[in-house]
């Protein structure tokens, strides 16, 4: 049925529909709204058999969620930011539990300094906890998701994180086509765990392994990530014959099979790029976009075969690794080992920064001339940086980095808050 709603409501009617068994809820923007929305459908008993628990702190959030897994139950929570750095240790856990958990990831900036906008630097920072990680480009993929999460984890006994760029996605209103219960029934068959905690049969998790040991339990969650990369697009083509559209899968291309240059991305900003590209292909240029559903389990094989015949990849990525560089440009480079390409960095949209078709199209064009830098800043202001390192040259005690720029903006504490 097609309706007219908000990101987050989508999602946490994709979730009801899952009929998940305990869901764990400590809100944090920009994920409120979707716990919210879950909490009003069991009140309302729209969601059957299933225990809505109020914690104290994200932290318990994952731990009541690795409580509820354990047992037999289909679990899920949401996070953002810096919830989910307050989650880790638990995060780790539940991977190395092999506990198939669902958890929505509204992406949001870390502090400090606090920023409580879009980029991708809080789930690239799990990026190797071992949870898979799907990443959704609009709310109707957003929706298709997590529907789609609940099987691939149950399958490989695994958890997973439906990213989903926050505010950009979360709070913006589109149409959406949302299942019926009948097709998410005849989809996602009722959960029958791997493994589960019986009074009747005790064992222990969570054990302590040693030196002779450890390295093959962590090349068996390796070996399960890999199993993801089959199980992700079988699900995905199952979910098309019941729902009757394409969604999900390891990789998606756009206007790829010419395509002299093209350009990597994950999330809402695949929809600008496409606009841009698209304005260019009218003024006769070669250029496509690849779009990355699946970042963890990083789908090399399938990125190589998309882009062999490019001249030049320009990675645009909305987060990066303070002291290296890009993120998905390394995995990018790994998958493109041995090819005689260009590869380029682009680094965009960091806290809330607006991506614009000017900003790319200069950026681009700058790229197919082979005029840009290995590492680019999108729409940096050099000058404000300048003058900061300025500044820490000539004094040492220079003051907090964040309120001197916003200083030099000309910004004040009475209009920043």
Not at 64 to 73: L, Q
Not at 101 to 129: E, Y
Request: aromatic share 6%; hydrophobic share 45%.
């Amino acid at each position: 049925m097609l309706k007219q709603c908000e990101g987050s409501h989508a999602v946490a009617e994709a979730v009801a529909l899952a009929r998940p068994e305990v869901i764990c809820a400590y809100p944090i923007s920009p994920q409120t709204h979707i716990v919210e929305g879950l909490g009003e459908m069991v009140k309302a008993g729209e969601i059957q058999d299933c225990e809505y628990i109020n914690v104290e702190s994200e932290f318990a959030a994952m731990s009541v969620a690795i409580g509820s897994s354990a047992t037999g139950a289909r679990t899920y929570t949401a996070t953002a930011s810096q919830g989910l750095l307050f989650m880790v240790e638990a995060v780790y856990n539940a991977s190395g539990l092999g506990l198939p958990i669902v958890m929505t990831v509204a992406n949001r900036a870390l502090g400090a300094p606090i920023n409580i906008w879009n980029d991708h630097s809080d789930s690239m920072s799990q990026r190797d906890c071992g949870w898979i990680q799907l990443f959704a480009e609009n709310n109707q993929e957003a929706a298709d998701l997590h529907i789609q999460a609940f099987k691939i984890a149950e399958e490989l006994s695994l958890p997973v994180m439906v990213c989903m760029d926050g505010f950009i996605l979360t709070h913006a209103y589109e149409r959406v086509d949302m299942p019926t219960q009948e097709q998410v029934d005849a989809f996602l068959p009722p959960y029958v765990p791997r493994q589960v905690l019986d009074p009747r049969d005790p064992v222990s998790i969570g054990a302590m392994v040693g030196p002779e040991a450890y390295t093959e339990v962590r090349y068996l969650a390796h070996a399960k990530q890999m199993q993801a990369l089959e199980l992700i697009p079988k699900v995905s083509r199952e979910f098309k014959e019941i729902f009757g559209r394409d969604s999900g899968g390891l990789v998606r291309p756009y206007l790829l099979e010419d395509a002299d240059t093209v350009v990597i991305a994950l999330g809402s900003v695949l929809g600008t790029i496409k606009d841009t590209i698209d304005e260019m292909r009218a003024d006769g240029i070669s250029i496509g976009v690849l779009g990355i559903n699946s970042f963890r389990p990083f789908p090399v094989s399938a990125i190589r075969r998309a882009l062999s015949h490019a001249k030049r990849i320009v990675v645009l990525e909305k987060s990066f690794a303070v002291g290296i560089g890009g993120i998905v440009a390394t995995d990018v480079r790994m998958a493109m080992d041995g090819l005689d390409q260009r590869i380029y960095t682009v680094v965009a949209g960091l806290g809330g920064r607006n991506i614009t078709r000017a900003s790319l199209h200069r950026v681009l064009r700058m790229a197919m001339h082979d005029q840009l830098e290995g590492l680019h800043f999108m729409d940096l202001e050099w000058n404000i940086v300048n003058r900061e390192l300025d500044r820490e040259r000539q004094t040492r005690r220079s003051g907090p980095i964040a309120e001197n720029i916003l200083r030099d903006l000309g910004q004040t504490k009475s209009n920043v808050g």
